[in-house]
């Protein structure tokens, strides 16, 4: 099915890896013109050799270092030589652990690391989206702002409070042909699952990999979601034929979340 996004301008943040990198190959299939970012260098050559023969460019920078994200977004204008209509805002979840392990210091670190960064730039991209007369925000959020991890306080929190903060900016642009919407991952194949399971399911004493393997085994569609599959619903939110979906959350889980709505 043709999108309709060919030659749309694209920022990815977080693009390198995982279900960010999911999202930069997607759109980059799509037609369109692609910037992703990621902190390493060797993470940015990574990703490029796996995207020869797209028009996609890779900014180094740290999104949850807010003196780094001005420079961040000036680059990915300047490589695109326009504005950006299409967002996908992404980062690492905060550390694991107990609600009472966790001090303010911890909490402020995990609001402007995973929250302020998306708002950040959202504020820098929704003016030019607005002039065009079309714009995509896609947030990779968590399904834990729908149903709350165990053991994953400042997430259950922070993924929370980005839904409210971006359906708010949903309503007010949605007169403007843009459209604000966030993906809720619950267990996809990636490293950073691979690193949190064991402390979602209260089981310390295993490996990454046992719990991994036990996690996919809870979710009623028997195994792990993929990247890819992560990818095609971000490039389908981005593209012409959602542009009635907006301010929502939505789920893919394979059914992991018991909740009808």
């Known amino acids: 099915m043709d999108l309709g996004i060919k030659g749309q301008a694209a920022l990815v943040l977080a693009g390198t890896r995982g279900i960010g990198f999911g999202c930069t190959q997607a759109l980059a299939e799509a037609g369109c013109r692609v910037v992703f970012n990621?902190?390493?260098?060797?993470?940015?050559?990574?990703?490029?050799s796996k995207l020869k023969g797209y028009d996609v460019h890779y900014v180094q920078g740290d999104v949850t270092n807010p003196n780094?994200?001005?420079?961040?977004?000036?680059?990915?204008r300047a490589r695109l030589g326009k504005d950006i209509t299409i967002l996908v805002t992404n980062s690492t979840?905060?550390?694991?652990?107990?609600?009472?392990?966790k001090s303010l210091d911890d909490w402020r670190q995990a609001f402007e690391g995973n929250m302020l960064n998306a708002l950040d730039f959202a504020y820098r991209t929704i003016k030019g989206m607005t002039?065009?007369?079309?714009?995509?925000?896609?947030?990779?959020?968590?399904?834990?702002?729908?149903?709350?991890?165990?053991?994953?306080?400042?997430?259950?929190?922070?993924?929370?409070?980005?839904?409210g903060a971006m359906a708010t900016l949903a309503r007010e642009v949605a007169?403007?042909?843009?459209?604000?919407?966030?993906?809720?991952?619950?267990?996809?194949?990636?490293?950073?699952?691979?690193?949190?399971t064991k402390h979602m399911l209260n089981r310390p004493e295993l490996s990454d990999e046992e719990a991994t393997r036990?996690?996919?085994?809870?979710?009623?569609?028997?195994?792990?979601?993929?990247?890819?599959?992560?990818?095609?619903?971000?490039?389908?939110?981005?593209?012409?034929?959602?542009?009635?979906?907006t301010g929502q959350s939505i789920?893919?889980?394979g059914g992991l979340i018991r909740s009808m709505y």
């Not at 990621?38 to 490029?48: K, Q």
């Not at 780094?68 to 990915?76: K, L, M, S």
């Not at 979840?93 to 392990?101: E, I, K, M, Q, Y």
């Open 131 to 163: 002039a065009a007369g079309y714009g995509r925000i896609v947030n990779i959020n968590s399904m834990s702002a729908k149903e709350p991890s165990y053991n994953t306080p400042l997430g259950n929190g922070v993924k929370a409070a980005m839904v």
């Open 175 to 196: 007169d403007k042909g843009v459209t604000v919407n966030n993906i809720l991952p619950g267990p996809i194949e990636t490293d950073l699952l691979r690193r949190f």
């Open 251 to 253: 789920p893919i889980d």
């Open 38 to 48: 990621g902190v390493t260098p060797e993470s940015g050559r990574v990703a490029l």
């Open 214 to 245: 036990l996690f996919g085994e809870s979710v009623p569609a028997k195994r792990l979601g993929t990247i890819q599959e992560c990818g095609a619903l971000c490039a389908f939110l981005a593209s012409r034929h959602a542009g009635y979906i």
């Open 93 to 101: 979840g905060p550390a694991a652990g107990s609600f009472l392990s």
């Open 68 to 76: 780094e994200r001005g420079r961040i977004y000036d680059q990915a």
